[in-house]
């Protein structure tokens, strides 16, 4: 096992060394999310999360409005914002979307599907946030992250469903409950602000959930408050932008209004990977010791119990994990079986890195002997 998930120079305890905020180590918490951007892995992250986003969009709302009906709540009010915040070609766009979303569903298999198809989003925000707890080396596995993926898609559209329906009905259920007038204009005038709170529970939800290792809830705090502000002022910045442009039918004719909607979650899903990576500086910076390698290891060891060493090996990639042939993938396994010379191949690779560990040991076991025998003639010197 590499010496980076047992210690590491940033590994603190949680409670001692922490560091306050002062604009100097915010301003190095800058430079830490920036130079995180350098791993080739972020560079189309953003907009891989934003074609998740299109195509969960549609049959997410499919399932909403089935929800929604359940209580007789219109998807009037949603068409009257979205007019207020997107161009007029955009409103008709989704007013399209909305008239062919409301008709009823005719089987539970439908909702099944529109459930896996609203799921790809959550699906890869499963990816972005186990690859950054693990600092680029965990092996990705398919079925576990898509079958996951499922119950976040689900929680989302619960939490925005209560979302609407607190809004729609918070002020006749504050009337029929409270029965005063201050009260029921206080709740009234808290709707919105209430909507915002169940929408930062839902990126907590995100950051804390889909990632396959579980941290500390308040390790991933910065980044959901980051993310959540983030969005409002990415959508209200983007809003203006498009009550002013007129290029887009100009330049993508029948497409503009899809180009428009791409462009916005283009822009949220920079903000989700930001939030995500500002967990990791924050923690760094302040010194909060809540991410460092060897705490992401402990947390691991701790979700799977007695399979603890055993999950860690699966999950993280490690320096000789060719030589593990239990970790072979199925692409491997397959290659193995049925690829004409790839098993001979493997195995001439299995045997170099076997040998170079065996040389790089050596050399290190006669490193430390040497650094002994000095360290000892050094005490004879002294005496």
């Not at 995180?36 to 969960?56: E, R």
């Not at 809004?167 to 029965?179: N, S």
């Not at 170099?352 to 050596?362: H, M, P």
């Amino acid at each position: 096992m590499s010496d980076f998930w047992v210690e590491s120079e940033t590994d603190i305890n949680e409670s001692e060394d922490r560091l306050p905020l002062t604009w100097e180590r915010f301003k190095k918490i800058g430079f830490h999310l920036w130079r995180q951007f350098d791993d080739p892995y972020y560079a189309g992250f953003a907009a891989q999360l934003a074609y998740f986003f299109l195509m969960s969009a549609v049959p997410m709302l499919i399932v909403l409005t089935q929800v929604l009906g359940l209580f007789d709540i219109s998807m009037d009010f949603i068409r009257e914002w979205l007019e207020m915040h997107l161009s007029s070609e955009m409103s008709a766009f989704l007013k399209g979307i909305f008239s062919a979303s409301s008709a009823a569903l005719p089987n539970i298999l439908l909702i099944v599907l529109a459930l896996w198809s609203s799921s790809s989003l959550a699906f890869s925000l499963s990816r972005l946030t186990t690859y950054t707890l693990s600092y680029g080396k965990y092996r990705y596995n398919f079925f576990t992250e898509r079958i996951k993926a499922i119950p976040m898609a689900i929680l989302t559209i619960l939490v925005v469903a209560v979302s609407m329906i607190v809004y729609v009905y918070g002020e006749l259920i504050a009337k029929r409950i409270f029965k005063n007038e201050f009260v029921m204009r206080m709740i009234s005038d808290l709707r919105t602000p209430l909507m915002g709170l169940l929408f930062f529970v839902l990126i907590v939800s995100v950051f804390y959930i889909l990632p396959r290792i579980r941290v500390p809830i308040m390790a991933i705090m910065p980044g959901a408050f980051v993310a959540t502000f983030g969005i409002l002022i990415v959508t209200w910045i983007y809003s203006l932008y498009i009550s002013r442009a007129t290029n887009y039918n100009f330049l993508y004719g029948a497409f503009s209004n899809i180009v428009a909607m791409m462009l916005w979650f283009y822009l949220i899903s920079w903000v989700l990977c930001i939030g995500m990576m500002f967990n990791k500086s924050w923690d760094i910076i302040l010194r909060r010791g809540r991410l460092t390698p060897a705490k992401i290891r402990e947390y691991i060891m701790k979700q799977y119990g007695s399979k603890g060493e055993e999950m860690f090996n699966r999950l993280i990639i490690g320096e000789y994990d060719m030589t593990d042939r239990s970790l072979d993938s199925l692409a491997v396994r397959m290659s193995r079986k049925f690829d004409p010379g790839y098993q001979e191949k493997r195995e001439r690779e299995i045997f170099e890195l076997k040998q170079e560990r065996r040389v790089r040991n050596r050399v290190e076991k006669e490193v430390e002997a040497r650094i002994d025998i000095a360290g000892k003639r050094n005490d004879d010197n002294i005496k």
